[in-house]
């Protein structure tokens, strides 16, 4: 079973509509992110949170909003999609004791906002 | 501020090296990483070496940081069919250890 699991993998909406994104994980960390990817521009972070009760902004979060309902699940939403949120959208998780911090990816979501 | 910048495309020859190359500003990142992404996947951390390293050598992978020109490298010996991904460069900043902060992405191709 994966790791980190993202749902749905593909989403295609219109332009006003609210969308939530989910991620859960197994792996038992702590640390949760989420970022977008669109081609050329590598990935950019739009939120992170270090616990359940932590949430801070990336360099991206405008449009966006996001849950930490508990340590394995962090949900993304669009509260009013627009279409340059088209993208490819990806969680990731990393363990506070790593020293190198590495992330853990789920395999994405492909958003597509008309 | 951090950035960091990579060439988007690379075609290598099946079996000759591939050397993929990076430049970042950000003269005091820890750790510096390679991540791969396949077709459909997530990325997934390929290699990394920490900042007060200078080569790094894992099979067929050999990374090369240079922290005066503020270059890092990937080297892929024997390059094969299955290393058609995206490589994306990566650093941790000192001023947010939490952080990773992504190149672009560089697409490599494999020619028969």
Known sequence: DADVT???RNRITKTGKR???????????DRMYWYRQDPGLGLRLI???????DINKGEISDGYSVSRQAQAKFSLSLESAIPNQTALYFCATSDLGTSHNEQFFGPGTRLTVL | GEDVEQSLFLSVREGDSSVINCTYTDSSSTYLYWYKQEPGAGLQLLTYIFSNMD???DQRLTVLLNKKDK???LRIADTQTGDSAIYFCA???YSSASKIIFGSG???S???
Do not use: A, N, W
């Open chain 1, 6 to 8: 993202q749902t749905p």
């Open chain 1, 19 to 29: 969308i939530m994104l989910e991620c859960s994980q197994t792996k038992g960390h």
């Open chain 1, 47 to 53: 939120y992170y949170s270090f616990d359940v009760k």
């Open chain 2, 55 to 57: 080569m790094k050598q």
């Open chain 2, 71 to 73: 270059h890092l490298s």
């Open chain 2, 91 to 93: 650093e941790t900043p």
């Open chain 2, 106 to 108: 560089t697409r490599l």
């Open chain 2, 110 to 112: 494999i020619r028969p």
